[in-house]
């Protein structure tokens, strides 16, 4: 099945502690995106992956990072975790970087920072 | 610049009710996509339809139907015979050229929250 995984869907933690979630597509995408949904704000993109190797910031990108060493994968990365960091995360893919094409999201992974 | 706005904050509807789900965009480019995505309380963003803006037939997909007007730039939804499994937070989103130079992201409407009730 054609889908995008992420993990942990839920965690808490505590400011300061460094955590990772991972995201993972099966469908050879090229392009990655991870996204934040806060109530108010609506979604809001962090960063962005066009192929491998190849990031760049979004419109929030302020206490994250990202990797993307393998094309499947795209983890984002909080190195040290504030409580202003609590979202909704999502993880996004597309078959090309180019405008239109459809992206399809991760089941989202609820993050609570103490 | 881009934007996406759905004005209608929250519908309430009565099951077996028909409801539309108004978009409306903003873009500077001749060629763009709109798109509409569905939020079920568990969270998760669900991919319904996609739309270009040299095509404005109509589209229809079972209960679902989309009604696409390049003359008021607007791309609604409408769910007819609602039912519970309807209830959902429903987002319109855009991608056009200028978005796609911004790290290709999706210009998403702030949501219509939609309470379908037995």
């Known amino acids: 099945e054609a889908q995008v995984t992420q993990n942990p869907r839920y965690l808490i933690t505590v400011t300061g502690k460094k955590l990772t979630v991972t995201c993972s597509q099966n469908?050879?995408?090229?392009?990655m995106s991870w996204y934040r949904q806060d109530p108010g704000l609506g979604l809001r993109q962090i960063y962005y992956?066009?192929?491998?190797?190849?990031?760049d910031k979004g419109d929030v990108p302020e206490g994250y990072k990202v990797s993307r060493k393998e094309k499947r994968n795209f983890p984002l990365i909080l190195e040290s975790p504030s409580p202003n960091q609590t979202s909704l995360y999502f993880c996004?893919?597309?078959?090309?970087?180019?405008?239109?094409?459809?992206?399809?999201f991760g089941p989202g992974t609820r993050l609570l920072v103490l | 610049a881009q934007k996406v706005t759905q004005a209608q904050t929250e519908i309430s509807v009565v099951e077996k009710e028909d409801v539309t789900l108004d978009c409306v965009y903003e873009?500077?480019?001749?060629?763009?996509?709109l798109f509409w995505y569905k939020q079920p309380p568990s969270g998760e963003l669900v991919f319904l339809i996609r739309?270009?803006?040299?095509?404005?037939q109509n589209e229809i997909s079972g209960r679902y139907s989309w009604n696409f007007q390049k003359s008021t730039s607007s791309f609604n939804f409408t769910i007819t015979a609602s039912q519970v499994v309807d209830s959902a937070v429903y987002f319109c989103?855009?991608?056009?050229?200028?978005?796609?130079?911004?790290?290709?992201?999706?210009?998403f409407g702030q949501g219509t929250e939609l309470s379908v009730k037995p």
């Open positions: 996004a893919s597309s078959s090309l970087a180019g405008y239109g094409e459809t992206q399809y």
């Open positions: 469908m050879n995408h090229e392009y």
């Open positions: 992956s066009m192929n491998v190797e190849v990031t």
């Open positions: 873009t500077r480019d001749t060629t763009y996509y």
């Open positions: 739309r270009n803006s040299f095509d404005e």
């Open positions: 989103a855009l991608s056009d050229v200028a978005v796609y130079n911004q790290g290709g992201k999706l210009i």
